[in-house]
């Protein structure tokens, strides 16, 4: 059990918009941590699409978008393309694990 | 170009030890915290232990506390994770992810290397 809840799974059309919802508490998102989001291919490792809430790393496009509120964080994909099928993670902190936490992963299927 | 890559894992019964070892690339390693995240098989990610750029600071999750070790080598550009008293449950792809801003904690992930599997088992 995650302490950060992500859906297990997600899809959507080629050129649809779809979002990944991050849900925690007070004693992690609520308590002011930042949110980061990465993506993992099949077989491999994960890659950093969005850091700090909703900051894009160099190389990114800008289809991919992030955003923070209260106790949850959402990451939206718009102009949705097959590559974009993969798994998606939301990492934070928490307070009472003393530790990085991550959401149990969102599987995005692009139909 | 930056790059990390790890080595050190393999086959290990339960209650065996194993070291596993990452080598950076492309970027001034000491000025860097580093972690150690692992996957285990069809799961999610799990964090699991962090140092800081000068080896002051180290961290671990609750899991792999008082049987794991982290530690790095700045002259060689390495990190290692020994890891001892290894339980089924430590089955994994270990992967080493370097802190983005380098310095703060906590921080994102922006480089990680392509991970090492270990299997515990009988």
């Known amino acids: 059990q995650s302490v950060l809840t992500q859906p297990p799974s997600v899809s959507g059309a080629p050129g649809q918009r779809v979002t990944i919802s991050c849900t925690g508490g007070s004693s992690n998102i609520g308590a002011g941590y930042d949110v980061h989001w990465y993506q993992q291919l099949p077989g491999t490792a994960p890659k950093l699409l969005i850091y700090g809430n909703s900051n894009r790393p160099s190389g990114v496009p800008d289809r991919f978008s992030g955003s923070k509120s209260g106790t949850s964080a959402s990451l939206a994909i718009t102009g949705l393309q097959a590559e974009d099928e993969a798994d998606y993670y939301c990492q934070s902190y928490d307070t009472g694990l003393s530790g990085v936490v991550f959401g149990g992963g969102t599987k995005l299927t692009v139909l | 170009e930056v790059q990390l890559v790890e080595s050190g894992g393999g086959l290990v019964q339960p209650g065996g030890s194993l070291r596993l070892s990452c080598v950076a690339s492309?970027?001034?390693?000491?000025?860097?915290?580093m972690n150690w995240v692992r996957q285990a098989p069809g799961k999610g990610l799990e964090w699991v232990s962090y140092i800081s750029g000068s080896s002051s600071t180290t961290y671990y999750a609750d899991s792999v506390k008082g049987r794991f070790t982290i530690s790095r080598d700045n002259a060689k550009n390495s990190r290692y994770l020994q890891m001892n008293s290894l339980r089924a449950e430590d089955t994994a792809v270990y992967y080493c992810?370097?802190?983005?801003?380098?310095?703060?904690?906590?921080?994102?992930?922006?480089?990680w290397g392509q991970g090492t599997m270990v299997t515990v088992s009988s």
């Open positions: 992810a370097r802190a983005y801003t380098g310095s703060s904690w906590p921080d994102a992930f922006d480089i």
């Open positions: 492309g970027f001034t390693f000491s000025s860097y915290n």
